[in-house]
């Protein structure tokens, strides 16, 4: 039957209820979040007079929950607007209400009894052939089913979303022996295109994929940790970026997660795996059931592996506890040779070989912590899945690591490593040795720009379902069709090419610019049209400030006039191309990042992505277009009776305070995105739905479009409205005399410069203005200060 999805009950306001909840609600579906009525009154509701069966007070304990998962960082929603999505109701008096909803979401206590009471009551009103999952990450799934209808256990199965759902991709979907194949395929397909997710089917064992792997591999790096005293400090240092995992590393996501989440579940992993090989590790060390007895649980509790203080000057400092003393100290810096010689290793995967390698205690570590790992993936197939890159796929979408056990074990070399681990006592299972006796030497490998995994029972490669239609740039490697060193251009098929590049934080120097024009020159004169993107973690970090630097030290202006204009004629270029160019930002599109994307034909945002134009922050203004483009925007969108000043004012203001949307939805509500930008929830699919929008604006008859000539400015009139409330800000101390200086530059900009009168300007006039704006500041001493400190620290200055 053909199935949507308009309406979802959440059942438990929890921390995950409620992110789950926020998290369909930025999908567009209409969710209803209901959670127990309290039992009891507080002082403040006797005090006003209200009694057990007034609706606040019903309401009480979903409304606390909801309103402080709003109030959480990073939020849960993508815009404030889409709130009023949610409903809020209690299970006494709203219960009822689910017959009308497609999906009923149980998110209950852990407790299997309290569980099966709340699915007694949902068969009271769940309307036949609607779904109902379980987002339990510790129940075996099997028991919740029992005493149930057939219809019921037809339409039920796990649906385990990882915490916090909205930034997380992981989507584990476990079924039952009794669950419909079809409900699965349904679940699989709209976690993948509608909530973004990276669905993994899972086979109904303890903790699933995800935590029997990565709580596994975060309990090897405590043993290890313990057999080479080494500290929190050093382990943090050795476990996170450098090893392609999130910052937070190893005890700082712990800190933030929760400490009592990790022990709950690697204690759950120990009572239920008795015959695991792996068991011993799940065991608490006595320090962690120390912290746990203290309350020390990470940041929900104060404290944790870390603590946050201030220092004797008032200054925020972070301490970090020493396990053997229990005392909290000053945050030590770590240091260790092998990490030294990956420091121009840029691939992770070339990194990997290096750091196994390494002579010293990091060496050690990370021999000890990987290969166990890797024994311990390999014995669970097929105990906990059937196929190798289900491990990979669920501990990489859930825990944000950049490859896998089985990526990484290819990265290091696995014939390599198997000899080494056996020299040291860690043996994988005897199929990875049947596959290299066999002659397969790779757990994956690429042919015809498709990743296949090296299926066990059948001893072949097999394409990995489900992400056929997926362009995955660095599986297109014989696609390549021109490259410098830090870009390339890449042939899609069906016409259109796609241009990336990989500088360091992608920045937008002579190389990357050189590469966007040759894309451009071979997509006007071979394609149907250009996608501009890449699969990094974020898009741009703007402008290469350290060439504007050196060149601004040595009052080389017009090195910088040219360097300025050379970007602004490509960004330019982008818009008035003859085929239809997409831009697809993801992460942090920041300065001229941002620029490139407001000058697209269809500009295909990942849902996550951070944009915004910042340049004040260093002491400039936006010098690529993005100014002109802001004002012109406004121009654009005037209509008869409009206050324009008003309309200005909201775009100078996202420029002068170097404004940031946190979400691509956010993006649209500054004015970034417009509502003809597309959005893709699943980043994975975004080059698709990218390639996807050159297809269309080129199958629809693409005209490029004539340079605009009649954009309407202000003028002086404009100007001083600028000026006096700039000064008025000045005045009460909220900006400095470089915010006044910069602030008054960009209404130069943006009321056209010294008009004596309101009229109609080009595109290039305002481009003009823009560059000249952004040398003249590049002589001020207050800017360089501002660009050393980014260069220097990565921290602002506000002089």
């Given at each position: 039957?053909?199935?949507?999805?308009?309406?979802?009950?959440?059942?438990?306001?929890g921390?995950?209820?409620?992110a789950?909840?926020?998290?369909?609600?930025?999908?567009?579906?209409?969710?209803?979040?209901?959670d127990?009525?309290?039992?009891?009154?507080?002082?403040?509701?006797?005090?006003?007079?209200?009694s057990?069966?007034?609706?606040?007070?019903?309401?009480?304990?979903?409304?606390?929950?909801?309103d402080?998962?709003?109030?959480?960082?990073?939020?849960?929603?993508?815009s404030k607007?889409?709130?009023?999505?949610?409903?809020?109701g209690?299970?006494t008096?709203?219960?009822?209400?689910?017959?009308?909803?497609?999906?009923?979401?149980?998110?209950?206590?852990e407790n299997?009894?309290?569980?099966?009471?709340?699915?007694?009551?949902?068969?009271?009103?769940?309307?036949?052939?609607?779904?109902?999952?379980?987002n339990?990450s510790?129940?075996?799934?099997?028991l919740?089913?029992?005493?149930?209808?057939?219809?019921?256990?037809?339409h039920?199965c796990?649906?385990?979303?990882?915490?916090?759902?909205?930034?997380?991709k992981?989507?584990e979907?476990?079924?039952?022996?009794?669950?419909?194949?079809?409900?699965?395929?349904?679940?699989?397909?709209?976690g993948?295109?509608?909530?973004?997710?990276t669905?993994?089917?899972c086979?109904?064992?303890?903790?699933?994929?995800?935590?029997r792997?990565?709580?596994?591999?975060?309990?090897?790096v405590?043993?290890?940790?313990?057999?080479?005293?080494?500290?929190?400090?050093?382990?943090?240092?050795?476990t996170?970026?450098?090893?392609g995992?999130?910052k937070?590393?190893?005890?700082?996501?712990?800190?933030?997660?929760?400490?009592d989440?990790?022990i709950?579940?690697?204690?759950n992993?120990?009572?239920?795996?008795?015959?695991?090989?792996g068991?011993?590790?799940?065991?608490?060390?006595?320090?962690?059931?120390?912290?746990?007895?203290?309350?020390w649980?990470?940041?929900?509790?104060?404290?944790?592996?870390?603590?946050?203080?201030k220092?004797?000057?008032?200054?925020?400092?972070i301490?970090?506890?020493?396990l053997?003393?229990?005392?909290?100290?000053?945050?030590?810096?770590?240091?260790?040779?092998?990490?030294?010689?990956?420091?121009?290793?840029?691939n992770?995967?070339?990194r990997f070989?290096?750091?196994?390698?390494g002579?010293?205690?990091?060496?050690?570590?990370?021999?000890?912590?990987?290969?166990?790992?890797?024994q311990?993936?390999?014995?669970?197939?097929?105990?906990?899945?059937?196929e190798?890159?289900?491990?990979?796929?669920?501990?990489?979408?859930?825990?944000?690591?950049?490859l896998?056990?089985?990526?990484?074990?290819?990265?290091?070399?696995?014939?390599?490593?198997?000899?080494?681990?056996?020299?040291?006592?860690?043996?994988p299972?005897?199929?990875?040795?049947?596959?290299?006796?066999?002659?397969?030497k790779s757990f994956?490998?690429?042919?015809n720009?498709?990743r296949?995994?090296?299926?066990?029972p059948?001893k072949?490669?097999?394409?990995?379902?489900?992400?056929?239609e997926?362009?995955?740039?660095?599986?297109?490697k014989?696609?390549?069709?021109?490259?410098?060193?830090?870009?390339?251009?890449?042939d899609?098929g069906?016409?259109?090419?796609?241009?990336?590049?990989?500088s360091k934080?992608?920045?937008?120097?002579?190389?990357?610019?050189?590469?966007?024009?040759k894309?451009?020159?071979?997509?006007?004169k071979?394609y149907?049209?250009?996608?501009i993107?890449h699969?990094?973690?974020?898009?741009?970090l703007g402008?290469?400030?350290?060439?504007?630097?050196?060149?601004?030290?040595e009052?080389?202006y017009?090195?910088?006039?040219?360097?300025?204009r050379?970007?602004?004629?490509?960004?330019?270029?982008?818009?008035?191309?003859?085929?239809?160019v997409?831009?697809?930002?993801q992460g942090?599109?920041?300065?001229?990042?941002?620029e490139?994307?407001?000058?697209a034909?269809i500009?295909?945002?990942?849902?996550?992505?951070?944009?915004?134009l910042?340049?004040?922050?260093?002491?400039?203004?936006p010098?690529?277009?993005?100014?002109?483009?802001?004002?012109?925007?406004?121009?654009?969108?005037?209509?008869?009776?409009?206050?324009?000043?008003?309309?200005?004012?909201?775009?100078?203001m996202?420029?002068a305070?170097a404004?940031?949307?946190?979400?691509?939805?956010?993006?649209?509500?500054?004015?970034?995105?417009?509502?003809l930008?597309?959005?893709s929830?699943?980043?994975?699919?975004?080059?698709?739905d990218?390639?996807?929008?050159?297809?269309?604006?080129?199958?629809?008859?693409y005209t490029m479009?004539?340079?605009?000539?009649?954009?309407?400015?202000?003028?002086r009139?404009?100007?001083?409205?600028?000026?006096?409330?700039?000064q008025?800000?000045?005045?009460?101390n909220?900006?400095?005399?470089?915010?006044?200086?910069i602030a008054l530059?960009?209404?130069?900009?943006?009321?056209?410069g010294?008009?004596t009168?309101?009229?109609?300007?080009s595109?290039q006039?305002?481009l003009?203005?823009?560059?000249?704006?952004?040398v003249?500041?590049t002589?001020?001493?207050?800017?360089?200060?501002?660009?050393?400190s980014?260069?220097?620290?990565?921290?602002?200055?506000?002089?």
């Amino acid at each position: 039957m053909k199935r949507s999805i308009r309406k979802v009950a959440v059942l438990g306001s929890g921390v995950m209820g409620s992110a789950i909840a926020c998290h369909f609600a930025n999908i567009g579906c209409q969710v209803l979040l209901l959670d127990m009525a309290p039992k009891d009154l507080t002082d403040e509701e006797k005090a006003k007079g209200l009694s057990l069966d007034s609706r606040v007070v019903k309401n009480r304990i979903v409304q606390t929950s909801f309103d402080r998962s709003i109030k959480s960082n990073p939020g849960p929603i993508y815009s404030k607007k889409f709130i009023s999505r949610v409903a809020l109701g209690n299970f006494t008096d709203d219960l009822a209400r689910i017959k009308d909803y497609d999906w009923t979401i149980e998110v209950v206590v852990e407790n299997l009894e309290i569980k099966k009471k709340m699915y007694d009551e949902v068969e009271k009103h769940r309307k036949p052939g609607t779904l109902i999952t379980s987002n339990t990450s510790g129940i075996p799934i099997h028991l919740m089913t029992e005493g149930r209808s057939d219809d019921f256990k037809k339409h039920f199965c796990g649906t385990h979303f990882f915490n916090p759902p909205r930034y997380l991709k992981l989507l584990e979907i476990i079924p039952t022996p009794h669950t419909d194949p079809e409900i699965v395929q349904f679940l699989m397909h709209y976690g993948d295109l509608f909530l973004g997710k990276t669905t993994v089917l899972c086979k109904d064992t303890p903790a699933f994929i995800a935590n029997r792997v990565g709580v596994f591999s975060i309990m090897k790096v405590v043993d290890a940790m313990s057999k080479l005293d080494l500290n929190i400090d050093e382990v943090d240092k050795l476990t996170g970026p450098v090893i392609g995992r999130p910052k937070s590393a190893t005890f700082r996501t712990s800190d933030l997660v929760g400490l009592d989440t990790l022990i709950k579940v690697s204690s759950n992993l120990y009572n239920g795996l008795p015959n695991d090989e792996g068991r011993q590790y799940f065991k608490l060390p006595d320090v962690v059931l120390k912290m746990e007895q203290n309350k020390w649980l990470g940041d929900k509790t104060g404290q944790g592996f870390y603590k946050k203080t201030k220092n004797a000057k008032g200054e925020t400092e972070i301490l970090t506890l020493d396990l053997k003393t229990l005392e909290y100290k000053t945050k030590a810096k770590a240091k260790f040779a092998t990490l030294e010689t990956t420091k121009t290793i840029d691939n992770l995967k070339d990194r990997f070989k290096v750091l196994l390698a390494g002579k010293d205690k990091a060496g050690e570590f990370y021999r000890d912590s990987f290969y166990g790992l890797f024994q311990y993936a390999s014995n669970r197939i097929p105990e906990i899945a059937d196929e190798l890159y289900k491990i990979d796929d669920a501990v990489c979408a859930g825990f944000g690591w950049e490859l896998g056990p089985f990526e990484t074990w290819d990265a290091v070399g696995v014939e390599k490593a198997v000899a080494d681990m056996e020299a040291t006592g860690s043996k994988p299972n005897p199929w990875v040795k049947e596959m290299l006796a066999a002659g397969n030497k790779s757990f994956y490998k690429v042919e015809n720009g498709k990743r296949k995994y090296y299926d066990i029972p059948s001893k072949s490669y097999k394409i990995i379902p489900g992400k056929e239609e997926f362009i995955i740039l660095e599986n297109l490697k014989e696609n390549i069709v021109w490259k410098n060193a830090e870009s390339k251009v890449t042939d899609l098929g069906d016409g259109v090419i796609n241009f990336a590049w990989s500088s360091k934080s992608y920045t937008l120097g002579s190389s990357v610019i050189e590469g966007l024009n040759k894309a451009l020159d071979l997509a006007e004169k071979n394609y149907k049209g250009l996608v501009i993107g890449h699969q990094g973690p974020d898009f741009s970090l703007g402008a290469n400030l350290g060439l504007v630097f050196m060149y601004a030290i040595e009052q080389e202006y017009d090195e910088i006039d040219f360097m300025v204009r050379q970007f602004q004629n490509s960004v330019m270029r982008i818009r008035y191309s003859s085929v239809p160019v997409v831009v697809c930002p993801q992460g942090r599109t920041l300065g001229g990042g941002c620029e490139m994307t407001m000058h697209a034909d269809i500009a295909q945002a990942a849902a996550e992505t951070y944009i915004g134009l910042v340049e004040v922050g260093v002491g400039l203004i936006p010098g690529g277009g993005g100014t002109k483009e802001f004002t012109k925007r406004v121009s654009d969108a005037l209509e008869e009776g409009d206050v324009e000043l008003n309309a200005l004012q909201n775009a100078f203001m996202n420029i002068a305070t170097a404004k940031v949307a946190l979400s691509a939805e956010e993006a649209r509500e500054m004015g970034v995105l417009r509502s003809l930008d597309r959005i893709s929830v699943n980043k994975d699919r975004q080059l698709l739905d990218g390639k996807a929008a050159v297809l269309e604006l080129y199958d629809a008859g693409y005209t490029m479009p004539v340079p605009a000539k009649n954009i309407k400015v202000q003028g002086r009139a404009g100007q001083a409205l600028f000026m006096a409330g700039v000064q008025g800000m000045r005045m009460g101390n909220y900006i400095s005399d470089h915010d006044q200086k910069i602030a008054l530059k960009i209404a130069n900009v943006m009321c056209g410069g010294d008009l004596t009168s309101p009229q109609e300007v080009s595109e290039q006039y305002l481009l003009d203005l823009e560059r000249e704006a952004f040398v003249s500041l590049t002589g001020e001493k207050k800017t360089l200060e501002r660009i050393q400190s980014i260069l220097t620290g990565g921290k602002p200055l506000r002089n």
